[in-house]
């Protein structure tokens, strides 16, 4: 069988952004790794950065890289990601604590931002899912 491949690829006619990838193709033998709504609360349920959307986002990423680390991935395996943040708050200050964490990874995630009116909680600012793809050898 073939390696597990993924390709990222920004086609002529489409926008390219290094924030996001357009399109991402996995071929051959691969782990694909769902990752559920991770919000800004720790491993005890408490919230963490309540009426901050930097400090959520910084929580919410630390989730999923925890949740990553569960499924054998990091946050470079990525491939999809959908984030929601409630209407109103200021996403720079978000996109901000994600670029510190993301870094400048190349082939960055195919990526869904959605602003909503709320989340599973009137204190949680940001939301994140995701899907990553790790190539198998």
């Known amino acids: 069988m073939k390696d597990g491949q993924v390709?990222?690829?920004?086609?002529?006619?489409?926008?390219?952004?290094p924030a996001f990838t357009n399109v991402i193709v996995v071929t051959g033998q691969a782990k694909t790794i769902y990752i559920g709504g991770q919000d800004a609360v720790d491993a005890s349920g408490t919230i963490i950065?309540?009426?901050?959307?930097?400090?959520?986002?910084?929580?919410?990423?630390?989730?999923?890289?925890?949740?990553?680390?569960?499924?054998?991935?990091?946050?470079?395996?990525?491939?999809?990601w959908n984030v929601y943040v409630v209407q109103g708050?200021?996403?720079q200050k978000g996109f901000e604590a994600f670029q510190q964490i993301w870094g400048r990874r190349p082939d960055p995630p195919a990526i869904t931002f959605m602003f909503v009116s709320g989340l599973g909680n009137p204190d949680f600012l940001v939301e994140m899912d995701a899907i990553a793809v790790v190539p198998q050898q």
């Not at 390709?7 to 952004?17: A, V």
């Open 7 to 17: 390709l990222h690829i920004n086609p002529d006619g489409l926008p390219k952004n």
């Open 49 to 80: 950065g309540k009426g901050d959307i930097k400090q959520q986002t910084e929580q919410v990423l630390a989730n999923l890289q925890t949740a990553l680390k569960a499924g054998g991935a990091e946050l470079e395996h990525i491939v999809k």
């Open 89 to 91: 708050q200021d996403i």
